[in-house]
């Protein structure tokens, strides 16, 4: 760390206005304690903020703080820490000589203060943010919006964005940019990484599915009614019409229902398992940056006189990353019950579905009986046909899709035992 190594040379520059560049493999790390002061610090840290580190212990972490930034976003950010919650934003620091510097960080407790890890960040995702922050600081600024509220409309901003909570959003910020990191480094991404991509990728394609299956049933509805007017039209003969007619909508509300309660609500199982799949790839993606943050304190070590703090610091982001893994475990085994939870379910639905065959090959009967008055019978029949082929061809996606999660959560679980 800086303040062990006295030849450690401040970065060069000159004062005035602009972004410090730093290369994208570079890490930032800081401890801090209850009240934010700083207590360590790396040479990263140092060379990029420009402060030595007689100016950086014992001050406020808010040293570094921008005036670009929104009062909002360290609203949440305190507000999570002292929740005893992990927190991950986007931060523009300044300078020692008026220049600034973006980072992704990630923060979370420890006994006695808190840890912050950051890197470069560079993705779409980001740029979008930096548009919801001018919004929010300018409205600080010009309206008085206080802290809280600015928090409140950074949560409304990212859910326009599709990020239903922040959780949800600090998973994708963090997996974009250490994807990105990846690629623009070379360094290839954790196995487990992948995993949680190929899994985040899968829930939201089932939630596709299901989308798609609503708007499906919404489209069919019509069919009970369009049969109860043929039914009126064909008096006596239309009585057995009118009677499939209701139990086919009554199929069709009990579809509807599966598939609401599939998806919405805090207690759905696509909502259980869509925030902890999030919740264990923020948890890995931390622990990932945990590690590789532990190694290079070795830079630090390298001449220092006293490696004792380095060591100490080094240890514990190394302890950390293991209860991260523990966590992430714990999600996993949360995503496992709800996966197969998912499995039975599809199958009450597909009982449905074989209801509307049995509907179905009725209205073929009924059309035969009715010579020359059936065409519109077998109008409705070949709606049925097409409705239902295509909610079967939804489901055996979401079976499969389920599949592809329980797949990648037992190679997960078979990893961390």
């Avoid at 037992?410 to 961390?416: E, G, K, N, P, Y």
């Amino acid at each position: 760390m800086s303040q062990h190594d006295s030849q450690l040379v401040t970065q060069t520059r000159s004062s005035g206005m602009g972004e410090v560049p730093f290369e994208t493999g570079s890490m930032f790390y800081s401890r801090t304690d209850r009240r934010g002061v700083i207590i360590e610090g790396n040479s990263v840290f140092r060379r990029i903020s420009g402060f030595g580190w007689e100016e950086l212990k014992g001050a406020p972490h808010k040293l570094v703080r921008h005036a670009d930034m929104p009062t909002g976003v360290f609203h949440l950010f305190w507000e999570r820490l002292k929740a005893g919650k992990q927190v991950s934003a986007y931060v523009k620091n300044k300078t020692k000589d008026g220049r600034h510097y973006w980072v992704l960080a990630v923060a979370w407790p420890i006994p006695d203060g808190y840890i912050s890890v950051r890197i470069k960040p560079h993705t779409e995702l980001f740029a979008s943010v930096r548009e919801i922050y001018a919004e929010m600081r300018r409205a600080e600024l010009e309206d008085g919006v206080t802290p809280a509220r600015s928090c409140e409309a950074l949560l409304a901003a990212l859910q326009e964005h599709g990020f239903e909570t922040y959780d949800a959003f600090m998973s994708a910020a963090l997996s974009r940019e250490l994807e990105e990191r990846s690629k623009r480094t070379g360094i290839a991404l954790d196995s487990r990484q992948q995993r949680f991509l190929t899994m985040v990728h899968t829930i939201n394609q089932i939630r596709e599915e299901t989308d798609a299956m609503t708007e499906i049933i919404k489209a069919i509805r019509t069919v009970p009614m369009n049969m109860r007017i043929l039914a009126s039209r064909l008096e006596n003969a239309g009585g057995p019409i009118s009677a499939i007619s209701v139990n086919y909508g009554s199929m069709l509300d009990e579809m509807a229902t599966w598939v609401h309660e599939f998806v919405e609500g805090r207690d759905s199982t696509y909502i259980r398992m869509r925030e902890t799949i999030e919740r264990g790839q923020f948890l890995v993606c931390a622990a990932v940056m945990q590690r590789e943050m532990s190694t290079l304190f070795e830079e630090d070590m390298r001449g220092a006189p006293n490696t004792a703090a380095l060591q100490a610091d080094q240890q514990t982001l190394r302890t950390e990353a293991t209860q991260f893994g523990k966590l992430s475990d714990e999600a996993l085994k949360v995503v496992e019950t709800e996966a197969t939870r998912l499995g039975r379910s599809v199958l009450d639905m597909k009982r449905y579905v074989t209801g509307l065959s049995s509907t179905r090959m009725m209205c073929k009967i009924e059309s035969a009986t009715l010579n020359g008055s059936g065409d519109s019978l077998s109008g409705i029949v070949d709606q049925l046909d097409a409705g239902q082929d295509e909610i079967e061809a939804r489901l055996a996606k979401i079976v499969e899709l389920n599949t592809i999660i329980q797949s990648n959560t037992a190679m997960l679980r078979a990893v961390t035992n």
